[in-house]
């Protein structure tokens, strides 16, 4: 089985998308997804948020 690659990314990144796949074509972007004004995040990218942010905390925690 073949695994994706990803890039794992904070809000900083959610519109870097063309910008990811110009350096990493194969890898999957895992940014955060966000609501706006007039459109709150669903339950699932709220859940989606979560599961991203506690995998990018316990990288980030040995720096």
Known sequence: MERKKGVWGDSAYIGKTETIREKAPDAVDKADKRGSRNRK???????????????????????
């Open 41 to 63: 995040p669903t339950d699932e990218e709220r859940s989606h948020n979560r599961m991203l942010s506690k995998t990018r905390a316990k990288v980030e925690h040995v720096f």
